[in-house]
């Protein structure tokens, strides 16, 4: 089925650096995600991403944090400056569309980001 | 919250046996999801449930929904090995504008 790529698998940074985690969504998607999970925590929503431009964030999609996917290339989130709580494992996710379209979101299989 | 309560954080049952897990929301929703997460991976969508629907199977699995008590069952009937992951209830909204919300999860561990 449709793969959504994320790179680098796992990254370990140190705290006050910035970091950019990368994502090749399914190639005929429009809407892009990011969520985070914390080890035995449920998946929570970060921002969604659509026609160039942020549609919706949560409040855990701090200041520190940006999206962009410059000229159809990756999708990324950079967090900058990282601090301790940033650790986590983030997962993109692309869909069709909204709505029924919508329907079938898919995840990539994350990247695993631990801020010392 | 999105959420109630989970019912069950962790199941462990032999090959063979069937397992059925529950989840609750608060928000009205159309349409449930249920996801499956191996170790290691994203979650992966396994089936879904409309609102209009009270029953919904495919293959060995069956999810069920109750709009007025607004709660959700998955089963899996003769369980195996690879059935072994978290399942994730989750549901959308504002029309998926903030993509899913989802539940803390069940883990499911299946052995021979």
């Known amino acids: 089925g449709p793969k959504v790529l994320q790179i680098p698998s796992h990254q370990i940074i140190d705290m006050g650096q910035m970091v950019t985690l990368n994502c090749d969504p399914v190639?005929?998607?429009?809407?892009f995600y990011w969520y985070k999970q914390i080890l035995g925590q449920q998946m929570e929503f970060l921002v969604n991403?659509?026609?160039?431009?942020?549609?919706?964030k949560s409040k855990l999609f701090k200041d520190q944090f940006s999206v962009e996917r410059p000229d159809g290339s990756y999708f990324t989130l950079k967090i900058q400056p990282t601090a301790l709580e940033d650790s986590a494992v983030y997962f993109c996710?692309?869909?069709?569309?909204?709505?029924?379209?919508?329907?079938?979101?898919?995840f990539g299989s994350g990247t695993r980001l631990t801020v010392l | 919250s999105q959420w109630g309560e989970e019912n069950l954080q962790a199941l462990s049952i032999q090959e063979g046996e069937d397992v059925t897990m529950n989840c609750s929301y608060k928000t009205y929703t159309t349409v449930v999801h249920w996801y499956r997460q191996d170790s290691g991976r994203g979650p992966a969508l396994i089936i879904l449930?409309?609102?209009?629907?009270r029953e919904k199977r495919s293959g060995r699995l069956r999810a069920t929904l109750d709009t007025s008590s607004q709660s959700s069952s998955l089963s899996i009937t003769a369980a195996q090995c690879e059935d072994t992951a978290v399942y994730f209830c989750a549901t959308d909204l504002d029309n998926y504008a903030q993509g899913l919300t989802f539940g803390l999860g069940t883990r499911v561990s299946v052995f021979p």
């Open positions: 449930i409309r609102s209009n629907e």
């Open positions: 991403f659509y026609n160039g431009k942020v549609m919706e």
């Open positions: 996710a692309s869909s069709p569309g909204l709505g029924v379209s919508a329907e079938t979101l898919y």
């Open positions: 190639s005929n998607h429009l809407y």
